[in-house]
């Protein structure tokens, strides 16, 4: 997509490691799953990239890093996700913006889009920025979270059709 895209790309990558969900942002190699956090952390930084959590708090559905990890790593994070589109509950994103905000942590939006229609439901407004991690972290301190949430329609859907996939996740398959 980088390739050919007619607009800037950032590659990242949402990684499970053995703890929970991490994003990297500006990756040139690919981090494979089941690595303990810190050497998913450890590997985001190595390619130069950001680190990111999304959806900390939101445990419906979904994988965040456990909070004893969280805790442990927390200088190794550069972004919190403030606002997933999939999120069920408001107070996932309460509890999220109070915690950047605690700690200082740039904060930032998915949408989280498992099918088409659900592209750009969560962004970030941010100026124009030169295409490297510093520049884009200068420009999420300045942005403005904007968005809507998924569709229950949406959300049941991905719901079926993700089942197989989370019960081999469960059962280690």
Not at 24 to 31: K, M, Q, S, T, V
Not at 40 to 61: A, E, N, S, T
Not at 160 to 169: C, G, I, N, S
Request: charged content about 25%; glycine content about 6%; proline content about 6%.
């Amino acid at each position: 997509m980088k390739e050919i895209a007619p607009f800037p790309v950032i590659v990242g990558e949402e990684v499970m490691s053995t703890a929970g969900e991490i994003i990297g942002y500006f990756l040139e190699e690919e981090i494979p799953s089941g690595l303990p956090p810190e050497e998913v952390m450890r590997r985001i930084r190595q390619q130069g990239g950001l680190v990111c959590l999304p959806h900390p708090f939101d445990k419906l559905g979904r994988h965040p890093l456990h909070s004893t990890a969280r805790d442990k790593l927390l200088e190794n994070i550069d972004i919190i996700e403030v606002f997933n589109a999939r999120s069920l509950r408001n107070n996932f994103s309460n509890q999220a913006r109070k915690f950047a905000s605690e700690h200082g942590f740039l904060q930032s939006a998915g949408s989280d889009a498992h099918s088409v229609s659900e592209v750009g439901n969560a962004y970030v407004e941010v100026p124009e920025f030169a295409f490297d991690p510093q520049s884009f972290k200068a420009a999420l301190a300045e942005g403005r979270i904007c968005g809507r949430k998924n569709s229950m329609k949406n959300r049941i859907a991905t719901i079926l059709t993700t089942m197989p996939k989370r019960v081999r996740y469960r059962l280690n398959v």
